[in-house]
């Protein structure tokens, strides 16, 4: 089962707010290679929009998969988007691998971060053009990235150690502090959480691409 | 199997209480969170922090605008002072009031980035520098602006055109640090308060797998200290247990060793002492059944001796008397016939004295006295024997049966007596001493002693190693001892002597005297 997920949709707000969706996969024959350009709905929701507006950066992922129709998968990406905003400056940032754009307010942030343009899949020379092609394209985004979630651990463990300078009773015991990093050690992986849209297909021929 | 029974229980229980309080702990600990959780994330104090957040940016939005406006009247008058030919290279003016900035850096630079004027008012302070492209991107602008520089609230920076020289302003302002520091804090503690609301439930997770990782380990150390606990207690208890069907099935040599002095240790010590009591009133009253089962016999044989003697012993001397001695011959050996008629119905007649004393063996006759005394007066009529005594003063006076101890004493010379002849010389040795509620009473010889074979049978009646004799002394030794109360054992070796223990209790006696 493809982008298999540990989605954590149980959130509230998750059922509040309209679900992420792919709107459109347009799979095109670019400079003897398959690329895809993918739109995406409802990324954005009013609580995404809030935890990013608060400086908190949030990640946006975009799996997608390419495989001969009921055979073999060809090639499978991940794409991760990072966006965050410089409350200070006004400004977005969306960083992809080494690639950062910064932009100057949300809707072209939207725009950007919603469109994902001529992502490569495979040569066409490793492609038939009698065959059927099948494209599964699934994104989400998680308002928390790593690295948030590894500052709240340090966040927890900082709590605990201001509290231990206060120099109350469990301080002797050390047992508090322990507590502490074994709390932010279990919430502090890399979990995925947030919003994940259902998966799209899309079948298509190599011949009537354009 | 009770082993198994008792140490399951004990576990069970260890693991019952071990898990009793895990459910309203959990529930308890679930609770507290969901509460503190309620208390911290409600919506005001989520509006709160957004609010002041918001101001934060809003008051950094106001230090852009002044910024901005200094920026747009410095880069005026530079124009204008510059259009003027008022400056070349100089210092700019600026206002030395400053009430948003504590530092204001400006620097007028022409289009190749070459400073024409500069100025700096507020606390020591650097600006930062910038680089050839970074001046290049800024020279081209056609109206005042902000241009970002860092992601913080400490530094501003704002760029302005001088069309006269076909330049441009910078300006640099360095902000309050009280705002800077402030506004860190806000931003910060209203990211971590949305990051907990968006970790509500993976912290709640954190908490309870915690909760967890903590028990567990406490669980199963207790079950361990259970296990260890269930295993000290029941081990001793098998033992027990092993102890108990090893005697049931006729060892009664056997002994529970235990060496604790705990409860268990104490039942152990006692268990071990019921055996030995238990051990010694059956060997009494085996020795008892038996002892009564000789009496009868005796009884029986000496009646049955006893009745023919008188007619045989008359006849005999009818014989004799009517013997009229014309048959010298006839009448010598009539005489040595009679003569050992006689001796052998003496031998029959001390034989249905003893049988018949053996068999009567009437009640003890106890008095107080002074066994010590007893001994001593024993051995002065054994003059010819070389006697030892080593008596303990600290015996005291006991409740006996003197006259039948005494036959004991004698008994006891007698056979030594014998024993020192046939091996033609030796001693005896008598002591007397004082061990906690028994006195002990021991009499030895180095006569020819006797072998372990017969070691085994001397307290038998009839069984003896003298040439003369019934062999019941020692049945009635150990007969009268036993009825003190006490008991007799022997030790020997052949050629090298033998030693009686009498152990006689003292408790009885003291009670009786009291009483």
């Known amino acids: ?41 409802n990324l954005f929701s009013e609580k995404i929009i809030g935890t990013i507006r608060s400086g908190l950066p949030s990640v946006v992922f975009v799996d997608i998969e390419l495989a001969e129709k009921g055979g073999r998968r060809i090639a499978r990406q991940r794409i991760v988007q990072s966006i965050s905003y410089d409350i200070w400056q006004e400004r977005y940032t969306i960083e992809r691998d080494t690639l950062r754009r910064t932009l100057a307010n949300f809707d072209s942030m939207q725009q950007a971060s919603s469109t994902l343009h001529d992502i490569e899949m495979s040569a066409l020379a490793q492609l038939k053009g009698q065959l059927s092609y099948v494209l599964t394209v699934q994104a989400g985004i998680s308002p928390i990235s790593g690295r948030q979630s590894q500052k709240f651990s340090s966040w927890l463990q900082d709590s605990d150690e201001i509290r231990s300078d206060v120099g109350s009773q469990e301080r002797a015991s050390g047992f508090q502090l322990n507590l502490s990093k074994l709390v932010s050690f279990l919430i502090g992986g890399d979990k995925r959480r947030g919003n994940t849209s259902p998966e799209r297909r899309i079948e298509f021929r190599i011949s009537e691409l354009k | 199997m009770v082993n198994f029974r008792f140490q399951t229980k004990f576990m069970l229980a260890t693991l019952l209480i071990t898990l009793l309080p895990v459910v309203p702990l959990y529930f308890l600990i679930d609770k507290f969170y969901q509460t503190s959780i309620e208390v911290g994330l409600n919506p005001q104090v989520e509006g709160a922090l957004e609010g002041a957040a918001g101001m934060s940016q809003l008051l950094f939005a106001h230090y852009k605008e002044a910024l901005l406006e200094i920026v747009e009247a410095q880069a005026q008058k530079t124009d204008a002072a510059h259009a003027d030919s008022k400056i070349g290279q100089s210092t700019l003016s600026l206002p030395t009031d400053l009430s948003l900035f504590e530092a204001l850096d400006l620097r007028a630079l022409d289009r190749q980035g070459n400073v024409f004027a500069a100025g700096h008012t507020g606390i020591e302070w650097r600006a930062p520098a910038l680089s050839r492209s970074e001046i290049a991107s800024l020279i081209d602008g056609s109206s005042a602006r902000i241009v970002p520089h860092a992601n913080s609230p400490a530094v501003l920076m704002a760029v302005a055109p001088i069309p006269a020289q076909n330049g441009i302003l910078i300006a640099f302002a360095r902000t309050n640090p009280a705002f800077v520091r402030s506004s860190h804090q806000i931003v910060e503690v209203n990211q971590m308060f949305k990051t907990i609301g968006l970790l509500r439930d993976d912290l709640r997770q954190g908490f309870v797998f915690a909760f967890f990782i903590v028990y567990v380990p406490i669980a199963a150390l207790s079950l361990l200290v259970g296990y260890f606990f269930a295993k000290k207690v029941t081990a001793p208890m098998q033992i027990l247990a092993d102890g108990t069907q090893k005697i049931a099935s006729g060892d009664w040599q056997h002994r529970v060793e235990y060496a604790a002095q705990d409860e268990l240790g104490q039942l152990v010590t006692a268990f071990n002492r019921m055996v030995e009591e238990v051990k010694t009133r059956q060997d009494r009253v085996v020795q008892l059944e038996k002892m009564t089962v000789w009496r009868e016999m005796a009884r029986v044989l000496a009646h049955e001796i006893k009745n023919p003697l008188t007619p045989i012993q008359l006849t005999v001397q009818q014989l004799n008397d009517k013997y009229d001695d014309k048959n010298s011959a006839y009448g010598l050996l009539l005489k040595e016939c009679t003569d050992i008629i006689n001796d052998e119905l003496q031998n029959l007649q001390q034989l249905v004295r003893e049988f018949s004393e053996f068999a009567r063996m009437p009640k003890l006759q106890k008095t107080t006295g002074s066994l010590n005394e007893l001994i001593a007066e024993t051995a002065r009529r054994y003059r010819d024997l070389d006697i030892t005594t080593k008596l303990d003063s600290e015996v005291p006076e006991m409740l006996l049966d003197f006259e039948k101890m005494r036959r004991v004493l004698i008994n006891f010379f007698d056979n030594s007596r014998y024993s020192i002849h046939e091996k033609g010389s030796g001693a005896i040795v008598i002591t007397t001493q004082k061990t906690g509620e028994m006195v002990l009473l021991r009499f030895s010889d180095t006569g020819t002693g006797i072998s372990e074979q017969a070691l085994a049978k001397i307290f038998e009646p009839h069984f003896s190693t003298k040439k003369s004799g019934m062999g019941l002394g020692l049945a009635i030794v150990r007969n009268i001892v036993q009825e003190h109360g006490g008991s007799i054992r022997c030790n020997s070796e052949l050629g090298r002597g033998a030693t009686f223990d009498i152990e006689l209790p003292m408790n009885a006696v003291a009670e009786q005297i009291v009483g």
């Open chain 1, 1 to 41: 089962m493809l982008l298999a997920w540990q989605s954590v949709a149980s959130h509230a707000w998750a059922v509040q707010d309209a679900e992420v969706r792919i709107k459109r996969v347009t799979p095109r024959v670019s400079q003897a290679r398959l690329a895809v350009t993918i739109e995406i709905e």
